[in-house]
């Protein structure tokens, strides 16, 4: 009887064919972690290292250039998103959006605030500008186009991130973004100066305070003799605290100024009190002038620029006409 031996029972090793580059980045990945070497029933490990190797920088170029398409950078892209820097409470403000296409047509232009969709602008034979209603948000479709959007009368809400989206015709639908964030600012009102007189005698000491109101984020302080900054670590300028309004999301800012007055402030004295929006340049300032003299038992040592010499030979002379006298008079 003529045998047939079986064998090994098991199919031959059949290697899978590469990933295409029109994968996607999961799929990709996931064979970057496998052998290409599996077959339909087991898994060959017969794969020599040069051809391991080789497959790998192929899957590697193939992931980079699925995730440059995915990100619109072949095609198109967001260059950059310009913002102002910062926004003022209550006024406008515009929001620019820099992005450039080459073999992509590009289908739209959307802006996010915090992720929340607000603007769009289609492109097409008749543009069509879309305003999505978002509490807080207005936008200025009259200033607003494919490049650019205008928000009106800004509002602590309108802070936060805020992204340009592009998005290709279909069917790939391909896109590209970038992100920034606005800060809005509510400017200081005019600083309140409390405690400051119209007239000063020397050693009379000069002790004020300074109140700044509705300034977001808090403002700081700084006080000026003369036109000359009385610096914060001198000990003469004391902090007295901050308060924050959780209802309008402002700050009010006071300092106290004391300063022993001496003849270098005789005959004037100007005080200003600057108030400055933390980490921007938005200030607020109000000053008062009063009039400094000199103190002395006799007049014309008030006299800011009364010469020593003819001081001394002054209250000689009254000296000894009051001596003269006193010998004169009858006792």
Same mark, same amino acid.
């Given at each position: 009887m003529k045998m047939t031996h079986l064998?090994?029972?098991?199919?031959?090793?059949?290697?899978?064919?590469?990933?295409?580059?029109?994968?996607?980045?999961?799929?990709?990945?996931?064979?970057?972690?496998?052998?290409?070497?599996?077959?339909?029933?087991?898994?060959?490990?017969?794969?020599?290292?040069?051809?391991?190797?080789?497959?790998?920088?192929?899957?590697?170029?193939?992931?980079?250039? /699925?995730?440059?398409?995915?990100?619109? /950078?072949?095609?198109?892209?967001?260059k950059?998103?310009?913002?102002?820097?910062?926004?003022?409470v209550g006024q406008s403000a515009k929001l620019q959006c820099l992005w450039e296409s080459t073999d992509k047509q590009v289908y739209s232009i959307r802006w996010y605030i915090n992720n929340k969709q607000f603007y769009s602008y289609i492109i097409g034979?008749?543009?069509?500008?879309?305003?999505?209603?978002?509490?807080?948000?207005?936008?200025?479709?009259?200033?607003?186009?494919?490049?650019?959007?205008?928000l009106r009368d800004v509002t602590p809400l309108y802070e936060g991130e805020y992204r340009c989206e592009l998005m290709s015709e279909g069917p790939s639908f391909e896109s590209s973004f970038?992100?920034?964030?606005?800060?809005?600012?509510?400017?200081?009102?005019?600083?309140?100066i409390s405690g400051f007189r119209p007239n000063y005698r020397i050693p009379d000491t000069l002790k004020v305070n300074c109140t700044?109101?509705?300034?977001?984020?808090?403002?700081?302080i700084s006080f000026y003799v003369n036109g000359r900054i009385i610096h914060q670590d001198s000990?003469?300028?004391?902090?007295?605290?901050?308060?924050?309004?959780?209802?309008?999301?402002?700050?009010?800012s006071s300092s106290q100024l004391t300063l022993p007055l001496s003849s270098k402030y005789v005959p004037k004295l100007t005080l200003t009190c600057r108030a400055q929006v933390k980490g921007f340049d938005i200030k607020a300032e109000t000053s008062e002038t009063?009039?400094?003299?000199?103190?002395?038992?006799?007049?014309?040592?008030?006299?800011?620029?009364?010469?020593?010499?003819?001081?001394?030979?002054?209250?000689?002379?009254?000296a000894a006409l009051v001596m003269l006298q006193i010998l004169q008079a009858p006792w």
């Open positions: 064998g090994d029972h098991s199919s031959p090793s059949v290697p899978l064919r590469p990933p295409s580059c029109h994968s996607s980045p999961f799929s990709l990945y996931a064979t970057w972690h496998s052998p290409w070497g599996l077959s339909r029933h087991g898994v060959s490990l017969s794969t020599s290292r040069s051809q391991w190797s080789a497959k790998h920088r192929q899957l590697f170029f193939c992931l980079i250039l /699925v995730l440059l398409k995915t990100t619109g /950078v072949l095609g198109m892209r967001v950059q998103v310009i913002v102002p820097q910062p926004a003022i034979s008749a543009p069509e500008k879309i305003k999505h209603k978002i509490e807080g948000v207005d936008v200025d479709l009259l200033e607003s186009n494919e490049t650019s959007v205008t970038l992100s920034t964030n606005l800060t809005v600012v509510n400017p200081p009102n005019t600083p309140e700044t109101h509705n300034s977001r984020p808090e403002a700081l000990g003469r300028v004391t902090e007295l605290g901050v308060v924050k309004h959780k209802y309008l999301e402002t700050f009010t009063a009039t400094v003299s000199q103190y002395s038992f006799f007049p014309f040592f008030s006299r800011g620029t009364t010469n020593s010499s003819y001081a001394s030979q002054v209250l000689l002379a009254s």
